[in-house]
């Protein structure tokens, strides 16, 4: 059976860091697109960074460009959100997700493949 778990959550002030990661396992993780969204309290899920299979090609939401990376270590059947420079306005869970299509993780369709549990970034101003 496939899973997806994150950790790396907390709470961190603003200005801080922290790096998220998701581990893969039960399939073959290099075929999937990766990517990261994010859900506050009374809005909807929205994307955050999508990362290519093979980690060449990444996207970012504007309100995140220049303070989170998105990266992925195949051999580790992992990808990771390092965030820094954190703002009140990141606070949110935080969900990976995988599918094929780099499209569809970026339009954040609600049918991608394979969805994390979620963890939960607070961040204290």
């Known amino acids: 059976q496939v899973q997806l778990v994150e950790s790396g959550g907390g709470v961190v002030q603003a200005g801080g860091s922290l790096r998220l990661s998701c581990a893969v396992s039960g399939r073959t993780f290099n075929t999937y697109v990766m990517g990261w969204f994010r859900q506050a309290p009374g809005t909807e899920r929205e994307f955050v960074a999508v990362?290519?299979?093979?980690?060449?090609?990444?996207q970012y939401t504007d309100s995140v460009k220049g303070r989170f990376t998105i990266s992925r270590d195949n051999g580790k059947n992992t990808v990771y959100l390092e965030m820094n420079n954190l703002k009140p306005e990141d606070t949110a869970v935080y969900y990976c997700?995988?599918?094929?299509?780099?499209?569809?993780?970026?339009?954040?369709?609600?049918?991608?493949?394979?969805w994390g549990q979620g963890t939960q970034v607070t961040v204290s101003s």
């Open positions: 990362i290519s299979w093979n980690g060449v090609s990444t």
């Open positions: 997700a995988a599918d094929r299509s780099y499209g569809a993780v970026v339009r954040g369709d609600r049918n991608l493949e394979l």
